[in-house]
């Protein structure tokens, strides 16, 4: 079966990084991802940058890079103005996000979770109109940093509104990076048992080390085969400082190839993307592929 | 069932670190780790200092250690001389190491394994008539970075010899860190047929980001409850610059605890050590955990 990798170190990567961003620096860093086989980008988000401030550039983004017919490039969305706004800016396929822990999702979004997903009610109609595939976040799906634990039944009351809604994708989120193998299994073993496991991705973070595993388990064990990803584990995590982003790009992809998936994405060229990308913005990438190929050590630029 | 962290990172991180470490430094590492929780710390190498230049100075720190009752302090040895010094050093085990992959052994020793296999016999015999525990390394287990794929009979054909000459323990290694977890299965099927799991220790190294899955799948598939690690993830790979070393020992403790493992090691103090000894040799450390807990990153000392 093969894999889907949905590359979100434009949106989710770099919203989340200390640095504030160049616009040539994104328009450059999708160029390059456009050329490494991912099938998915997610560009930007349409948020109020009032908000995200490091994403307000978002229509000039969309507008200067160059579009690979191979690739999907999306974009996230709150409401139906940020849908109008990712319509005209010409994204492929439009996310909206909410929480599976209420004080999750008031501290982020300042509404229940019910009333969050009300508000994409216009948003999926928009959608549909326009024939944009429409993803689902459901961020805290494992572990809340207020409220700790998440159990599996909230995620899955979350996700089958979110499927009644329209939503055509759910992306699980462990969003603080604290699920291990076993809590995925417990999570899959009640969502799937409603929800087609080719409509769910994970989006994995890797702050303690276990994204890697994670996706193993969720792969090895009930075939999910879709999984977003950052080149050079762009991100950071708000609630941890210091802490890496999501799991990166070009060791998820190397994992799932020797472990015999089928991944056609080429690993050195993510790596290439997420040395350029960090250089620009003054760090290194987190990824153990970058390290193995960075030139700053001495080895030859992959 | 407990899992049982062998703490390889003053040995086979620090000799593989480029920067040259004052032995103060390893000696404050070693009494840091002997804190942790770690039941077992291997401290130095009694190999000839013309080999390995960076573990000259095994003597010295093996004196000047504090040595706490709940952890056994060993060392490597390539031969009778080696094991003498070790034992007039007051070392408490004792490895020797060997590998699958015949080219490996021979220019990492300039001997064949039989013949490597043969100059351990009076070091086993020795280990013997002292009361000292011995190990046996089986480096490149999996990947040789001449051969390429190493099978699992040449693995247990090693280990089936090392165990007659009378090793107490099997330490498997993925020298260049390009098994995934299909492939320790894989090994651990043939492996385990006539090896008692209780005697096989899985020494992984993180250089592709496989390690902490493949520790999940030899513990959660196969009940391996001996990890070699280094803090911080200590350690390069000469076959690939820039690499990481060893897994991490705070990072492959989180895990295994997340999942259920029951693990008596304090990670925060693995991650403090790590801090410490990274930024008296100018680097900083590889693993998850310290960055989360790092206080150049803002987040308070562990």
Tied chains: 1, 2.
């Excluded at 890079?65 to 490039?73: E, L, M, P, Q, T």
């Excluded at 800016?89 to 300042?110: C, M, P």
């Excluded at 549909?128 to 805290?140: C, D, I, K």
């Excluded at 950052?230 to 472990?259: H, I, M, Q, W």
Aim: one cysteine or more; charged letters at 25%.
């Amino acid at each position: 079966m093969t894999i889907r990798i949905v590359e979100v170190g434009p949106r989710d990567g770099l919203q989340n990084e200390a640095a504030t961003v160049p616009t040539d620096v994104k328009v450059a860093f999708v160029d390059a991802l456009s050329d490494t086989g991912v099938p998915e980008i997610e560009v930007s988000s349409f948020v109020s940058p009032k908000w995200v401030p490091q994403l307000a550039d978002a229509e000039e983004v969309f507008r200067r890079i160059r579009r690979s017919a191979a690739v999907v490039y999306s974009a996230l969305v709150p409401n139906a103005h940020g849908l109008e706004r990712a319509l005209a800016a010409g994204a492929e396929k439009a996310a909206v996000f909410t929480a599976a822990s209420e004080t999750f999702n008031r501290r982020n979004v300042n509404a229940s979770i019910a009333e969050s997903i009300e508000r994409f009610r216009p948003v999926a109609e928009g959608a549909r109109s326009a024939g944009l595939p429409l993803r689902g976040y459901v961020s805290t799906a494992f572990h809340c940093p207020y409220e700790g634990p998440i159990g599996p039944e909230a995620v899955r009351a979350v996700a089958l509104r979110l499927l009644e809604l329209g939503v055509d994708e759910l992306s699980i989120g462990d969003t603080i990076g604290k699920a291990s193998p076993p809590e995925v299994r417990r999570l899959l073993d009640v969502l799937l048992r409603d929800v087609d496991v080719g409509r769910v991705a994970l989006h994995l973070h890797d702050t303690y080390g276990m994204a890697v595993a994670n996706a193993i388990a969720a792969w090895e064990g009930y075939g999910v085969t879709t999984f977003d990803a950052s080149a050079g584990g762009l991100g950071g995590c708000p609630y941890a400082k210091g802490a890496t982003g999501n799991v990166a790009t070009e060791d998820l992809v190397f994992v799932l190839r020797a472990s015999g998936g089928d991944v056609a994405v080429d690993e050195r060229a993510v790596a290439r993307a997420a040395l350029d990308v960090t250089r620009a913005i003054g760090r290194r990438p987190a990824s153990r592929l970058a390290g193995v190929f960075s030139e700053a050590n001495g080895a030859p630029r992959p």
